[in-house]
T-cell receptor
């Protein structure tokens, strides 16, 4: 158990719909990263938040957005869903030991768009 | 993002054998990480490497950070059935917080 929690574990929805994925980082971790894992693209970085502020953006579609709240949990919002959005979505939180950062992953949310 | 070249893509091994896999990149990385992912689960960190040339062990696992900072390898000694899974390398560059991942090595152990 990494200490990172994600809900829901599974989500089935239809094209055009909107869903919200939730992540709670490990106690004390300020950074939250979101990744998408699909069969054809592998693990891809979407976005990072640090202490409530967006810090880095990766291959995140405009239909997707995220935020990190004052209690440090984060939500990833996916809208106008398409079949190709079906994937595993992971969040990770990180700990710094001096100059070194290590990311720990949650169990993921499996999204199926029908 | 920057994609790492991980090989082999898959391997079938006999229980008790040693396993080797590696990752290469055309870019320099400041951190190399090795993760294992079981079906339906998130990646679990196995070994983290932070210095070029560093050799680190975690039980039967040994990983090295290449001297050029463009590669890393992972060895698993005396494999057992629970070593089955997908192993990912990941790298982090100095000017970037995100991780870039290899495509994974699927390990299947024959009893």
């Amino acid at each position: 158990d990494s200490g990172v929690t994600q809900t829901p574990k599974h989500l089935i929805t239809a094209t055009g719909q909107r869903v919200t994925l939730r992540c709670s980082p490990r106690s004390g971790d300020l950074s939250v990263y979101w990744y998408q894992q699909s069969l054809d693209q592998g693990l891809q970085f979407l976005i990072q938040y640090y202490n409530g502020e967006e810090r880095a953006k990766g291959n995140i579609l405009e239909r997707f957005s995220a935020q990190q709240f004052p209690d440090l949990h984060s939500e990833l919002n996916l809208s106008s869903l398409e079949l190709g959005d079906s994937a595993l979505y992971f969040c990770a939180s990180s700990v710094w030991t001096g100059p070194q950062e290590t990311q720990y992953f949650g169990p993921g949310t499996r999204l199926l768009v029908l | 993002g920057q994609q790492l070249n991980q090989s082999p893509q898959s391997m079938f091994i006999q229980e008790g054998e040693d396993v080797s896999m590696n990752c290469t990149s055309s870019s320099i990385f400041n951190t190399w990480l090795w993760y294992k992912q079981d079906p339906g689960e998130g990646p679990v960190l196995l070994i983290a490497l932070y210095k070029a040339g560093e050799l680190t062990s975690n039980g039967r696992l040994t990983a090295q950070f290449g001297i050029t900072r463009k590669d890393s390898f992972l060895n698993i000694s005396a494999s057992i059935p629970s070593d089955v899974g997908i192993y990912f390398c990941a790298g982090q560059q100095s000017n970037d917080y995100k991780l870039s991942f290899g495509a994974g090595t699927t390990v299947t152990v024959r009893a």
